[in-house]
């Protein structure tokens, strides 16, 4: 039977009889320039993503001990990801056999992955390439009528988008709204959502209401409040049939529309605040004008576990409260361990607190997956939050799952000496769970 390990990339080869590669080649620099100059951009993008989110670990690599090279392995599927690792790890040994723009971008990402270098990988270790076969067609000859894998299509795409929290536009601003105790419950199922979504969809009216769209997130370019009473006003006015779909249907009437509202109900021009606000709270931007949206910058620029800036939480115990402070300052350029584990420690006594606070009975079981649970079920039988909303700590709560944010990852972290925290991997932990943590401390 095949064994799972964790394998250093040093002791990783690229198989030069890659399908990949038209040619069978002797070395490994040459089996790893092969593959950068067929993947060129697609193996750029590969190294971008494991920068910022470590290796999948959804997806390990098959391979198999090296011929004639005790204690190596010799990488049967998974070499692209070996490649691009090689060549972030030292850029300059292969600069002969890479295009010049890869090389640039290499060079680039070879200083961020110094820092916190991905120097392990998990690997499924087959006797030999026959044994591993099966798995690597499957994966790579299509669906085989359903026993590979089958591809999502656009509806499947937005179903997982909407259930794991990238809600569009129109929803976060409902959302917001309907969290803030802006609107009612009842005002929000009687909002005809088509007609919002093409409200929201049209710059101008964005732009009279204060907000940006900007890589599916909705922010604030002025004060909250304003926005809040502007937005407020367009949901109450489609909620009420005072606006109705065939009045705003063509991009002018819905131009014409948001001009006609009180000049008190939106927010003024020239009181701009000097920073984009995110209406989940969960960041700030750098200061610009909504009429005029530049690039956001990534998740990977954030340099700590929980958001410096844009986002609070009142806790009242004191070394909670600590240790929360701790992990808005800590960096993970120099403290991503301190941080992965201080992470698992906030989460746990943040739940331990919870529970006492309620007196909930959790039982005798001390496990955090079953901690997650009971704060889980308890705040969704309040009425807190919704099933949607606790999706993701259910999917954390899941102790036999490396996907996400998991309790499997988080303990990880704690008992593993060969499993390297990722500043994205803990950057989207603490973001799916946000809406959950403001809960408990609520």
């Not at 993970?332 to 420690?345: D, P, T």
Request: aromatic residues 6%.
């Amino acid at each position: 039977m095949p064994a799972v390990k964790v394998i250093p990339v040093s002791r990783l080869l690229v198989n030069p009889d890659n399908p990949r590669i038209a040619d069978t080649l002797e070395g490994q620099s040459d089996a790893i320039g092969a593959i950068a100059s067929s993947q060129k951009k697609k193996l750029v993008s590969l190294a971008k993503d494991m920068l910022r989110y470590g290796a999948n670990p959804a997806e390990q690599l098959m391979v198999t001990p090296a011929p004639e090279t005790n204690g190596y392995f010799l990488v049967l599927e998974g070499n692209r990801r070996l490649a691009a690792l090689k060549i972030l790890a030292d850029p300059e040994t292969f600069s002969d056999l890479l295009d010049d723009g890869v090389l640039r971008a290499f060079r680039d990402m070879h200083r961020n992955h110094a820092i916190d270098p991905i120097s392990a990988l998990s690997c499924v270790v087959f006797e030999n390439e026959l044994e591993a076969r099966h798995w690597i067609e499957l994966k790579h000859t299509g669906q085989n009528d359903g026993a590979g894998v089958v591809p999502w299509g656009a509806a499947e795409s937005e179903r997982y988008q909407r259930r794991t929290g990238a809600a569009p536009a129109h929803e976060q601003v409902l959302d917001f709204l309907e969290k803030g105790g802006y609107i009612t419950r009842e005002q929000r199922k009687k909002t005809p959502v088509t007609s919002l979504k093409r409200l929201l969809g049209t710059p101008h009216v964005r732009n009279k209401l204060g907000i940006v769209v900007r890589n599916g997130k909705v922010s604030a370019g002025f004060d909250m409040e304003r926005v809040a009473k502007a937005l407020t006003q367009v949901v109450d006015d489609l909620a009420s049939g005072r606006i109705r779909t065939g009045d705003i249907y063509h991009s002018n009437d819905r131009k014409a529309y948001v001009d006609s509202l009180p000049s008190e109900t939106l927010p003024q021009p020239g009181r701009e605040q000097p920073e984009l606000f995110a209406l989940d709270g969960a960041d700030r931007e750098a200061p610009t004008h909504p009429s005029t949206p530049r690039s956001r910058p990534s998740a990977s620029t954030r340099k700590t576990v929980i958001p410096s800036r844009g986002f609070s939480l009142v806790i009242k115990q004191d070394r909670i409260n600590e240790i929360y402070h701790e992990l808005r300052r800590l960096n993970f350029e120099h403290f991503v361990n301190a941080s992965a584990v201080l992470f698992r420690v906030f989460l746990e006594l943040s739940l331990d607190e919870y529970i006492k606070r309620h007196g909930i009975d959790a039982g005798p079981d001390s496990r955090l997956c079953h901690k997650l649970n009971v704060a889980a079920n308890h705040l969704g039988d309040q009425g807190i939050l919704d099933q949607q909303e606790l999706k993701p700590v259910r999917r954390a709560a899941q102790d036999d799952s490396f996907l996400g944010a998991s309790v499997t990852t988080l303990h990880q972290y704690v008992h593993n000496q060969h499993f390297h925290p990722a500043p994205g991997d803990l950057v989207a932990f603490w973001d799916s769970l946000q809406p959950f943590i403001v809960a408990l401390w609520k």
